[in-house]
């Protein structure tokens, strides 16, 4: 990010409106683009790039009407084919969303002015104040654009708006720490107990993570610990052990535990991203592993 | 810009109690066996016609109906041919082909219209005849129909001879379903039983008998105008629906309580005594003559009403006396008691008092048609009963809910009866009786108590396609009452719909309604507001197909080469969106004028012809002004006329203002195409449809359209004559006439194709929800709201509107809408029927979001065996 530019934009890859499980009420849930992360199951895949990226959806590709192939300037688009982008060649330069007639071509990631995502966020404000609301940054991992959330959140919060972080904590404190004072509550993801688990799944660096997990304890945010269990990968004794220990380090006691779904993998086959489909065993036994946890003095409830 | 409620910071929700208030009753009330009893009976009852009424009510009138022997038989005879040439034209009809027979059809008809035109004056409809026979005819039908009482009810009254019966009314418009007949029971939409002995009557005795004497057979002589009739009968531009009789009206439950139809009676005893001392030794002018006859008229039906209560107590005794089971001969007992006091004396408990309504809605269907009788705020009306009963030790409240489960049965059992081709436009059977519960007092305090929560409890028990639970909202509503609601819709169903008193009592008393008139107003059928008791509302009357404005307005009043509207600019000569609007007013006004005078000449022939002296001792002002309800005698009278397409018009508005007003694609391209149904231009059509901004999508140039549009229909139809000295109000809403209408328009600029539905209700299209519901809400709050009611239709996941965190979203959106303006918005909570249906035609569920957990998909983007997993999975629950 550049230091103090004029202007700072935000890349948003999805703003979801009426969102009920991202936080208290009926939400507006901003979906920042890019992440400090490669989380081997990462449920949105679109979310990992830092820039704007081609996305394709098969089914709502009109029959005959190859439009993007003569737009395409390097070639690389054959819809109706097995392949039907060639991501080596693809450049993500944009030119074929703008012809597509029916949106199976579409450009995933936008950038937002501080004051247009403000905007948005706030058309849907009436339902936040009745049912007690608000907005979710959520990601991608939404602190890495922190000199955009510093020009964003205080649209909001002049307005009263609830406002609700969800973060990796991969990050430099820094980055952190300007946005503390806007937020209302804060979900931190924890992937992995040690180390060694936390960059094989990851891709990232657990002291980093730990670390801003402490200080955000230290100051009294009102903090909220999850993890996603993934089946055979973070959900074996050791990771959890490893994980209870860490939590009690910083003082903490309990954590919300996501259960994991597939369905995202369906999005693999019209992105650029080379992750695999994960094709996982069967469900984790729950029970269980709400035991491993207590065993190690942590409560847990799963989301 | 006029709308109150707008500004959110108007409405203190956050000074609200958020503790919910204790339910109604301490333990909850579990499944009570009777109530389960009447449900499953009610839902295996065979769907049947009922020519119950129609055959008393001839058997009467054709022995004192004056006769005209000449005429009568020059009748028969024309019938005969009428009959053989409607089946014709119906068969060409179905086959979609013209018919063969064109211009000999034709000149038959407009033979048969002279005709009709000679019967009409040859009698010289004299009103203080008419209502006189109608009165008897009413009392003869009441005095001799089949009393039923079935198992396990609590309370009795049939409106028909079947359990699930759908009357025909051949002195209204029963004849069209002349067509239907012989095919009735096999039918492929609604078939309903029949029994050879009923069609033979009918077909060899009632309907020759009514050929000339019908509101259907006379309505056609007062239009006159040929070329209007064919379009009545096209329903492409506008469909009107009070030839088929008196219907969407709220009777004054509270009045018949109060006074007893004996009251009743003594009132009208009075007001003619008052009128014979006006008359004074000189001889009655003509109106006072229609007067005295009005009068007279209510006293015979007034008496018929007493008289129909003695017989169900009869009845009753009967019964109780041949049945074996003691419980059951306990409660036949205790309900001939009942009978002995309602509805003829004032009730004073609420058994009596449910019994009572029970009884003049089923008198009130042995005289009127069966859409939208309602039933107005009954938990208003019946509290202080139940209270009285409650502190006597006379009830619980487990027995008060078994008591509504009882009455919501009853109220469950017609069907309107309605010929194949009007089922597009009002499909589901049902007959839109709606009961009101909520709101504020006439002070503006909260009005909702432990009879609104209890009746929410009687519906959950019974959940029946009808009637309709309506709730009405408002910034002080008791929360415990509005978490009910929200559960109550999470379990699907449907209902309640909620409507919101700061937009609504505005809009009545914009109208000119008093304050506390407004204040108490309930919901007619199915989203139609007005003052119960004292209106005549007809808030049904009509519908105006949007959308066919907005293609005469593109193309300068021209369809298929024929002129059909006025002569307005077409879309080649438009510069603007002002320029575009104002063509599409002057075609709208246009086709309002026709449809209000069509409409205007049906009322005057139901009061000239048909008037309805039951229903008019049962509406406030009647009486006092000794005038048929049908004549204008009501406090308060409208006419409810009802924009259909709005969504499609705003989109096409917005659509062209994009592309053609723009300069990007020529206007003669853009008809061209819309003439072809894009056909060869499909890219187009897939660009007007998902690359512009839609209504729904919150988008503010499409608000503002939105906003304008219904403006500019809701002061046209305002500007319309009204036939009963009252006006006309818009309404944006219309059971399922958006498909029928659909059915007949074209392609339009907002990318849908011809013959597709159009927008139901202020709903956006199918399709233009991807921004999910509080965007469709915020768009759906920028239509003002008219004087007849609107509906926003919103569909839900089931997943999301379960349980507590279900409701406290639902509730979450209906007061975040309502903050901001809006009026009334209904709740589809999709199962996983719907998700097959999504599955098998994905086209026109494109918008459907799942949404699990952390993200977001679409479902018809998910794989099909991904797609199964979460039918599964909703399944389950």
Known sequence: MAEESPRVEGLVFDVQRFSLHDGPGIRTTVFFKGCSLRCRWCQNPESLRPVPELMFSSSRCLPDCRLCESVCPRDALAPWSTTPIDWDRCDHCGQCPAVCPSGALRMVGRYYSPEELAELCLADRSYFVSSGGGVTLSGGEPVLQSPFLQALLPLLKQQGVHILLQTAGHYARRMLEPLLPFLDAVYFDLKAGNDAGYRQWTGGDAAHVLDNLAWLAGQAANLTVRMPIVPGMNSDRSTLAAVAQQLRTVGFGEITLLPYHALWEAKLAGLCTAQAPLNLAAEPDRDEIMGTLQAHGIASTWG | ?877
């Open chain 2, 1 to 877: 810009m006029g709308h109150t409620a707008r500004q959110m910071d108007q409405l203190d929700y956050a000074a609200l109690n958020p503790v919910p208030s204790p339910m109604p009753v301490d333990e909850p009330i579990g499944p009570l066996p009777r109530l389960q009893r009447l449900r499953a009976d009610l839902l295996a009852a065979p769907y049947e016609l009922c020519t119950q009424k129609a055959e008393l009510m001839t058997d009467y009138l054709q022995r004192v109906w004056p006769r005209r022997p000449l005429l009568d038989r020059l009748a028969r005879w024309h019938y005969r041919a009428y009959a053989s040439t409607l089946l014709a034209m119906d068969r060409s009809a179905d086959q979609g082909a013209a018919d063969p027979r064109g211009a000999k059809t034709a000149l038959a008809l407009t033979a048969s219209s002279w005709l009709m035109r000679l019967y009409c004056r040859s009698w010289r409809l004299e009103p203080q005849r008419q209502m006189r026979l109608m009165a008897e005819a009413l009392r003869h039908v009441l005095g001799h129909m089949e009393l039923r009482a079935y198992d396990h009810e609590l309370i009795v009254g049939n409106c028909s001879s079947r359990r699930m019966g759908a009357p025909i009314h051949p002195d209204f418009a029963g004849m069209l379903m002349l067509g239907d007949l012989a095919d009735l029971s096999t039918r492929s939409v609604n078939p309903l039983a029949t029994t050879p002995a009923q069609v033979k009557d009918l077909q060899e005795r009632i309907f020759p008998f009514w050929f000339n004497r019908s509101v259907m057979a006379h309505a056609p002589g007062w239009i006159g105008d040929q070329r209007l009739l064919l379009e009545m009968k096209e329903g492409r531009s506008f469909a009107l629906s009070q030839i088929a009789g008196i219907s969407h009206v709220t009777p004054d439950h509270g009045k018949v309580l109060r006074l007893g139809f004996a009251g009743i009676a003594a009132e009208i005893e009075a007001r003619r005594r008052s009128l014979l001392d006006e008359i004074d030794r000189g001889r009655p002018s003509r109106g006072q003559r229609e007067q005295l006859a009005m009068l007279d008229a209510s006293a015979i039906s007034a008496q018929a009403a007493c008289d129909y209560g003695r017989r169900w107590r009869q009845h009753l005794l009967e019964l109780a006396a041949g049945e074996s089971d003691a419980q059951r001969r306990a409660e036949l007992s205790e309900l001939a008691d009942i009978l002995a006091v309602v509805p003829e004396h004032p009730a004073r408990t609420l058994h009596q008092a449910l019994q009572s309504i029970i009884l003049v809605h089923a008198m009130l269907h042995q005289e009127n048609f069966q859409h939208g009788m309602s039933f107005g705020r009954l938990d208003q009306l019946l509290l202080p009963y139940y209270r009285d009963d409650l502190a006597a030790g006379r009830l619980t409240p487990a027995r008060a809910v078994e008591l509504l489960g009882c009455f919501l049965g009853k109220a469950a059992e017609l069907l309107p009866l309605l010929f194949s081709r009007v089922t597009e436009y009002v499909s589901g059977l049902s007959s839109a009786s709606g009961i009101t519960l909520g709101g504020v007092l006439a002070d503006g305090t909260d009005a909702s108590n432990e009879l609104s929560s209890l009746f929410l409890l009687a519906y959950d028990q019974m959940r029946l396609r009808q009637p309709n639970i309506h709730v009405r909202v408002h910034s002080g509503s008791d929360p415990g009452f509005l978490d009910l609601c929200a559960r109550t819709v999470g379990r699907g169903g449907g209902m309640p719909a909620f409507f919101s008193d700061e937009a609504v009592v505005p809009a009545l008393m914009r109208d000119g309604i008093d304050p506390t008139r407004a204040r108490d107003y309930s919901i007619v059928g199915c989203a139609e507001w007005g003052v119960p008791g004292c209106s005549f509302p007809a808030a049904g009357a009509g519908t105006v197909n949007l959308a066919h404005c907005l293609e005469l307005a593109l193309r300068g009043g021209m369809l298929n080469g024929e002129a059909v509207g006025p002569a307005t600019p077409p879309l080649p000569q438009l510069r603007t969106v002002d320029d575009l609007l104002q063509a599409f007013r002057l075609q709208l006004r246009a086709v309002l004028e026709r449809a209000a005078t069509a409409n205007g000449a049906i009322e005057r022939v139901h009061a000239l012809l048909r008037p309805t002296p039951l229903l008019s001792t049962v509406i406030e002002g009647c009486v006092a002004r000794a005038r048929d309800v049908t004549a204008g005698g009501a406090d308060i009278n409208t006419s409810g006329l009802q924009g259909i397409g709005l969504a499609d018009v705003v989109d096409s508005v917005v659509a062209v203002e994009a592309l053609v007003f723009s300069g990007e694609l020529e206007p003669e391209r853009l008809l061209a195409a819309l003439d072809d149904d894009f056909a060869g231009e499909s890219e187009l059509a897939e660009r007007l449809r998902w690359r512009l901004p839609k209504y729904g999508e919150d988008d503010p140039r499409s608000g503002e359209m939105a906003a304008a549009v219904a403006r500019i229909y809701i002061e046209e139809v305002g500007r319309l004559p009204h036939p009963r000295g009252g006006r006309y109000v818009a309404g944006f809403w219309g059971m399922t006439t958006h498909q029928g209408m659909g059915s007949r328009t074209g392609a339009l600029p907002s990318g849908r194709r011809a013959g597709r539905p159009l927008g139901n209700g202020i709903s956006p299209q199918i399709g233009s929800e991807s921004r999910g519901p509080t965007a469709a809400l915020n768009s759906a709050a920028r239509v003002p709201t008219p004087g007849n009611g609107m509906v926003m239709n919103l569909k839900l996941n089931p997943a999301l509107a379960n349980g507590s965190g279900g409701a406290a979203a639902v509730l979450g959106l209906v007061r975040g809408y309502f903050a901001q303006g809006g009026a009334q918005v209904q709740f589809n909570v999709i199962d996983s029927q719907t998700l097959r249906a999504a599955q098998a035609d994905p086209a026109s569920y494109r918008d459907l979001v799942v949404r699990i957990s952390g993200y977001s998909a679409y479902f018809c983007d998910l794989t099909r065996a991904m797609q199964d997993e979460l039918i599964d999975r909703t399944m389950h629950g």
